[in-house]
């Protein structure tokens, strides 16, 4: 299975930044701009899109330039033209971080809900981390992988700054 960014994956992602704008957009026109809409709004915007959008961003500087290849046996990153396949027996854990609401099908009632990632730990100390730009479910996708264990680890602000281990 192949996992790149693609404007598909790019949609999938700010879906939930997209219908919640354009909801504070329609409650605005709907009540004439009143300004206590606007300003419950603003707070609204602040609270539940911009954190969306930061995570959209941070995302893609990440995996902007890679590409990975997951086989049953074996993850294959393309960085930059050069390739490394890591097999199964080379992998030590993988953690997935997402939401509740994405491990569980349900509404999401934020922008940043949408977002998640993997960290793969290898056993020589390196990390590798596939983000949901590049595959609209990380978690199904590394289901491929036999002989790996994968967890998951819920959290609502899923950055990868914050979730190092």
Not at 48 to 67: C, R
Not at 75 to 97: R, W
Request: aromatic share 16%; charged share 20%.
């Amino acid at each position: 299975m192949l996992l790149e960014m693609n404007i598909k994956n790019h949609f999938v992602a700010a879906l939930s930044v997209l219908i919640i704008t354009m909801g504070y957009l329609f409650l605005l026109i709907f009540f004439n701009f009143d300004f206590g809409i606007i300003m419950i709004c603003s707070i609204a915007f602040l609270f539940f899109v911009l954190p969306g959008i930061y995570l959209h961003i941070e995302y893609w500087s990440i995996n902007k330039d890679e590409k990975y290849i997951i086989a049953q046996d074996s993850i294959t990153q393309v960085k930059k033209g050069k390739e490394e396949t890591y097999y199964s027996n080379d992998i030590k854990k993988i953690i997935v971080y997402g939401s509740a609401t994405l491990f569980k099908t349900w509404f999401h009632l934020s922008a940043m809900e949408q977002y998640h990632f993997a960290r793969i730990f290898l056993k020589n100390g390196e990390t590798m981390v596939i983000t949901c730009l590049l595959t609209p479910r990380v978690d199904k996708s590394l289901e491929i992988l036999k002989n790996v264990g994968v967890k998951k680890r819920k959290g609502l602000f899923n950055s990868t700054y914050i979730y190092t281990e």
